[in-house]
Structures are given as structure tokens and as C-alpha cells.
């Protein structure tokens, strides 16, 4: 089967072939470490050939790269908040969303960060952050582009990753070290907004994410 319709829409098939490939490999690397673990050892545990893992996965920047787009999926497919509720509050939720579904693969994220590898901000996925957070800033009911859009994203990512690093050490049972890091990371984030010029902003658009 292709792994794409003609369309360009990914087969069921291909999807959940996928996922359960990225779950193996980062159970895996929890295990044995990054730079130990093989993508020969990954398939394996995968219990997929290697040319089909291939195809899922090209690279070990493709195998982050799909985790990423993984946590999107899950975080899209969920209701959106309230539109009624304050940015803060709406991009407060779909950040933990994304926490909640990265939750099963802590501790594999965890051994890549303390193996000195940059988690999703590696310059050969920084686009792909910025993609991730501006969907993430959809769901959010904030979205948009231009100059403004360009800026949300980065300041989002930013928010984003320093609570990463939070919340790969949190051992709350609740989440709560890791929540109010995000709470103090987006009004930060918004102090940051609100310290620029009048006129910078208004030249580049008031809407704020953190607002």
C-alpha cells in the first residue's frame, strides 16, 4: 500500500504504522540511550523491516520530526477552547494538550535531552517547531500571518521550549511545576509584547497571543 493517497493524505494504514514505530523507538531509547540506539535496532523493536521503517523514517531528524507532528495531530483532533476564554487561558490549554500527549514518551525525550540532544530545536527542525506552534496557535483561535504571525510563532516556541525542559524533570503527580512554568512563560511572553513601542506594534499588529 502507498504510503500517501493521490491526494497526498496519509493511508490509516501508514499512520498507525507510525505511531506504534515512534512509540517502539522511543521506549527503546529510553532504554539505551540516543546515540547508542540504531535505526537498525529501532525497526527491530519496531517489529517493522528496515525498508519500511525507512520509508516511515528516513533519519533520526525525520524520527523527531514525526513526534512532533505526532503531538500536532492528537492536539488538533480535540475540541477547541472556548473562544470566549482570555489567549492566555486558550494557549494555556492546547500547550498542556501537547504535554499530556508527548506524556507517554517522556522518558524517552527525557534521556535525549540529558544526552545533550536539542529536542525539536535543532536548526534542521526549527521549521518545523515554528509549523507546530503555529497550528498549535490555531487551535487556539489566535492564529495569523504576516509579520505578527512570524513573531507569534517564535515567541510561542520559545514558551514552548523552556517548558519542555520543565516539565522532563517534573515529578509533581499533578503537572503543577510544569503548569506554572507555562503560566509564567506566556505572561512573560506578553510582558515582553506589551514592552515594545506602541508604535512597533501597531506597525506590526496589537494582537498578541498572550494578551
Do not use: C
Request: charged share 25%; aromatic share 4%; proline share 7%.
Amino acid at each position: 500500500m502507498s504510503d500517501e493517497t493521490a491526494n497526498g493524505t496519509q493511508t490509516v494504514s501508514t499512520r498507525d504504522d507510525r505511531q506504534a514505530a515512534l512509540a517502539a523507538a522511543m521506549e527503546l531509547i529510553a532504554r539505551q540511550g540516543w546515540r547508542e540506539t540504531s535505526l537498525k535496532a529501532m525497526a527491530d523493536q519496531a517489529g517493522l523491516p528496515l525498508d519500511q521503517f525507512y520509508r516511515l523514517f528516513p533519519s533520526r531528524l525525520h524520527l523527531l520530526a514525526a513526534l512532533d507532528r505526532h503531538a500536532d495531530e492528537l492536539v488538533l483532533a480535540q475540541p477547541v477552547p472556548d473562544p470566549d476564554d482570555p489567549p492566555h487561558d486558550r494557549l494555556f490549554d492546547v500547550l498542556m494538550r501537547r504535554i499530556d500527549v508527548l506524556e507517554p514518551f517522556r522518558p524517552g525525550l527525557r534521556v535525549l535531552a540529558r544526552n545533550g540532544v536539542a529536542i525539536l530545536a535543532a536548526p534542521a527542525l526549527a521549521p518545523g517547531l515554528l509549523r507546530s506552534m503555529g497550528w498549535m496557535l490555531e487551535a487556539a483561535g489566535l492564529g495569523r500571518g504576516g509579520v505578527a504571525g512570524a513573531l507569534q510563532r517564535r515567541g510561542l516556541a520559545t514558551v514552548w521550549l523552556a517548558t519542555l525542559r520543565v516539565w522532563l524533570e517534573d515529578e509533581s503527580p499533578d503537572k503543577s511545576t510544569t503548569m506554572a512554568a507555562l503560566d509564567r512563560h506566556l505572561k512573560r511572553a506578553h510582558e515582553l509584547w506589551n514592552s515594545l513601542p506602541l508604535a512597533l506594534r501597531s506597525s506590526i499588529g496589537s494582537k498578541h497571543p498572550a494578551n
